[in-house]
Every structure is written in structure tokens, then in C-alpha cells.
């Protein structure tokens, strides 16, 4: 297994509930912050442009399941992993860590597209130069034709 791409985060007081406990929404926002994160560190962006149109990778599946809470003030381990590169998409992986121990594990399913019209997009090919920056990362046997 290759070392994830990992960020260090303390949780915030308004991303919790009444009860101190990170509200499960915000899970997602971080999963996105980290995936951020990780293009940032590859000389990437999630808003680029590909032959003067805007490229982007939208999502089409989101889950996340939760073992322990998150609660305000702790400090958390986001770790990420590309699991699956696929032709037009990428499948990622989002472990949420407090002092080693597993506390919730994400998963995104994203596409990658072009604005080919004013609010409308198609899908395609993941561009080479990105393909060739995203494959440094990729989990052992995440190559695929999806």
C-alpha cells in the first residue's frame, strides 16, 4: 500500500452539533478540502482548463461511513489515497484519523468533464499531463479502463 497524502486539521467549533460532535455533512467538505490539498501538492488544481475549456471532476458518488465522533477542538489525520484511475475517472479514499485510531473512512467517485457549453458538460479522457501526475500516487493495482 502506498503512504497516503495526509493533512493535520483541527476541528472547528462551527463544524459541530450541540453536543460537541463534528456534524456528519462536514465530513464531506473535509474529504474535498484534503482532495484539494492533494492536487495542490502534485502541481495541480481541481479547476483547470484542457484547450481553453474549463476542466473540472464533478462528483458522482460520495459515501462515508463512521466508526467513532469527531468532536470539537480534536485533531485529526486525513488520510488520502487514489484507489482507482480510471479513463474518465478517479476513485479516492478518505480515512479520518485521531491519535491513531480510525474514526470514519470516505470514499468519492469523481468524472472528469469539460464546460462544453454555458451549464453543460461531457465527459472526458482524463488529460495526459494529469493522468502522468496522478499515476505517481496511484494505490498498487488501481489501474483500470472505468
Known amino acids: 500500500m502506498a503512504q497516503p497524502f495526509t493533512i493535520r486539521r483541527r476541528v472547528q467549533?462551527?463544524?459541530t452539533d450541540m453536543a460537541g460532535v463534528m456534524y456528519f455533512a462536514n465530513y464531506f467538505r473535509l474529504m474535498e478540502e484534503v482532495e484539494q490539498e492533494f492536487?495542490?501538492?502534485?502541481g495541480l488544481s481541481v479547476c483547470m482548463e484542457n484547450?481553453?475549456?474549463?476542466?473540472g471532476f464533478p462528483r458522482v458518488n460520495v459515501a462515508c461511513e463512521y466508526f467513532e465522533p469527531a468532536r470539537f477542538d480534536d485533531v485529526l489525520d486525513l488520510?488520502?489515497?487514489?484507489?482507482r484511475l480510471?479513463?474518465?475517472?478517479?476513485a479516492y479514499e478518505v480515512t479520518f484519523m485521531r491519535d491513531g485510531r480510525r474514526l470514519a473512512r470516505g470514499s468519492l467517485t469523481s468524472v472528469c468533464c469539460v464546460e462544453s457549453a454555458p451549464g453543460e458538460f461531457e465527459s472526458i479522457a482524463?488529460?495526459?499531463?494529469?493522468?502522468?501526475?496522478?499515476?505517481?500516487?496511484?494505490?498498487?493495482?488501481?489501474?483500470?479502463?472505468?
Not at 480510471?86 to 478517479?90: D, E, L, M, N, P
Request: hydrophobic share 35%.
Open 79 to 83: 488520510e488520502f489515497r487514489l484507489m
Open 126 to 146: 482524463i488529460p495526459p499531463p494529469v493522468r502522468e501526475a496522478l499515476s505517481a500516487r496511484l494505490e498498487p493495482a488501481g489501474l483500470s479502463q472505468a
Open 51 to 55: 484547450g481553453g475549456r474549463r476542466l
Open 86 to 90: 480510471g479513463t474518465k475517472s478517479i
Open 13 to 15: 467549533f462551527h463544524e
Open 39 to 42: 492536487y495542490r501538492s502534485l
